[in-house]
């Protein structure tokens, strides 16, 4: 079954350490996106990819670096400098930016600060 | 620039009762809207979109949603609710023609008592 897969579903992060989400896709989907999602708020959007290789801000992006090496792939790393991490993340993908079918999401991945 | 409102935290109804979930946006041009629903710790799932065309959109699960343009609403209606349809539920608007990026509201937790 197509879909997409974020792992790992529970990451906890010590105080100055980088850690890094996995979402891959194999929906052959050209754009990719991560949420942030913390109680009360809805989704905030960190960063979108519309093509391989390239890769944009979001609303809520410092602190915050992803890829896009490959198609299926769009990892997204939590640096030292986010300073308020918890939360749990979202990968979702489209056909395109553009397009009007809505999005697919993944099953998320909570990020606790220990 | 867009917005989404979802005015209802919180909305409690009885099962086999009928249920609306509330939603309003802000989006110059045609809009594209969505509905979404989250169970527990898992990512958002599709329910209905508007595009074009008829005002009620019927979706999965039983959900329908009426577009009213000048209200500017996207209500979310079942006629009768299940105790399983206890969740988080999310409207979403795109800009229509040309828009990439889609605005989610704060979300309405949906309680259903037995």
């Known amino acids: 079954d197509g879909g997409i897969t974020q792992s790992p579903k529970y990451l906890f992060r010590k105080e100055g350490q980088n850690v890094t989400l996995s979402c891959e896709q194999n929906?052959?989907?050209?754009?990719m996106y991560w949420y942030r999602q913390d109680p009360g708020q809805g989704l905030r959007l960190i960063y979108y990819?519309?093509?391989?290789?390239?890769?944009q801000k979001g609303d809520i992006a410092e602190g915050y670096s992803v890829s896009r090496e490959k198609k299926e792939s769009f990892p997204l790393t939590v640096t030292s400098a986010q300073k308020n991490p918890t939360a749990f993340y979202l990968c979702?993908?489209?056909?395109?930016?553009?397009?009007?079918?809505?999005?697919?999401f993944g099953s998320g991945t909570r990020l606790t600060v220990v | 620039a867009q917005s989404v409102a979802q005015p209802e935290d919180q909305v409690n109804v009885a099962e086999g009762n009928p249920l609306t979930v509330k939603c309003t946006y802000s989006?110059?041009?045609?809009?594209?809207l969505f509905w979404y629903v989250q169970y527990p710790n898992r990512g958002l799932q599709f329910l209905l979109k508007?595009?074009?065309?008829?005002?009620l959109v019927k979706g999965s699960y039983g959900f329908e949603a009426e577009f009213n343009k000048s209200q500017t609403s996207f209500h979310l209606k079942k006629p009768s609710a299940l105790v399983s349809d206890s969740a988080l539920y999310f409207c979403?608007?795109?800009?229509?023609?040309?828009?990439?990026?889609?605005?989610f509201g704060a979300g309405t937790r949906l309680f259903v008592k037995a």
């Open positions: 929906l052959n989907h050209d754009a």
């Open positions: 979702a993908s489209s056909s395109r930016t553009d397009d009007v079918y809505g999005y697919t």
């Open positions: 989006v110059s041009g045609n809009p594209y």
């Open positions: 508007y595009i074009t065309g008829d005002n």
């Open positions: 990819s519309q093509i391989v290789n390239d890769f």
């Open positions: 979403a608007v795109k800009k229509g023609t040309g828009g990439f990026k889609t605005i």
